[in-house]
T-cell receptor, first 114, second 116 residues
Framework: DTEVTQTPKHLVMGMTNKKSLKCEQH?????MYWYKQKAKKPPELMFV???????INESVPSRFSPECPNSSLLNLHLHALQPEDSALYLC?????????????FGSGTQLSVL | GNSVTQMEGPVTLSEEAFLTINCTYT??????LFWYVQYPGEGLQLLLK?????DKGSNKGFEATYRKETTSFHLEKGSVQVSDSAVYFC???????????????FGKGTLLTVNP
């Protein structure tokens, strides 16, 4: 199994809603990532978890809250988002995060904030 | 800081044409270099990589050579197919400022359209 699975594929939410994005991998990878990708732009790193600990936070606003309950799962909790947060949210994983490794990406969650 | 500059495109070619997408980088350390491809509606997939100077990465007919003297990693394919239509991202991986995790820095992406 070389897949990173993200759910849901599409999400529409209002600015007062609370929702969560989920990501799962069963490759035994110990590093997991959240990226944000606006249309026709490259992915931008948001967070990195390495061995279930948050190791990189790229100054992301607190309305985005990551969680790594175990080595296979990564969540992104969303609260009080703004319309400019509408984007494709990509999850990725790699073996350890402490070497120059290949990243495996999920297909993403397309988020629209109304 | 690290950065990647790639030809922005869009690039439109006929099937069986030769493809080059230019990529140059700036890095303080000794990065690894990657090309990722994103098909419509999907996440990114690794196309090829090179970890040190003069390494050549290759996959599915695509090639790129890590040139330290010109800080370049240009993507080439001798004969493109319609199925190669996608967005191509050049990227480098190097240690973050904390020195304990590797981070990918992406170029802006190049949209390739191949017509039959």
């Amino acid at each position: 199994d070389t897949e990173v699975t993200q759910t849901p594929k599409h999400l529409v939410m209002g600015m007062t809603n609370k929702k969560s994005l989920k990501c799962e991998q069963h490759m035994g990878h110990r590093a997991m990532y959240w990226y944000k990708q606006k249309a026709k732009k490259p992915p931008e790193l948001m967070f990195v978890y390495s061995y279930e600990k948050l190791s990189i936070n790229e100054s992301v606003p607190s309305r985005f809250s990551p969680e790594c309950p175990n080595s296979s799962l990564l969540n992104l909790h969303l609260h009080a988002l703004q319309p400019e947060d509408s984007a494709l949210y990509l999850c990725a994983s790699s073996q350890t995060g402490v070497e120059n490794e290949k990243l495996f990406f999920g297909s993403g969650t397309q988020l629209s904030v109304l | 800081g690290n950065s990647v500059t790639q030809m922005e495109g869009p690039v439109t070619l006929s099937e069986e044409a030769f493809l080059t997408i230019n990529c140059t980088y700036t890095a303080t350390g000794y990065p690894s270099l990657f090309w990722y491809v994103q098909y419509p509606g999907e996440g990114l997939q690794l196309l090829l990589k090179a970890t040190k100077a003069d390494d050549k990465g290759s996959n599915k007919g695509f090639e790129a050579t890590y040139r330290k003297e010109t800080t370049s990693f240009h993507l080439e394919k001798g004969s493109v197919q319609v199925s190669d239509s996608a967005v191509y991202f050049c990227a480098l991986s190097d240690l973050d400022s904390g020195g304990s995790n590797y981070k990918l820095t992406f170029g802006k992406g190049t949209l390739l359209t191949v017509n039959p």
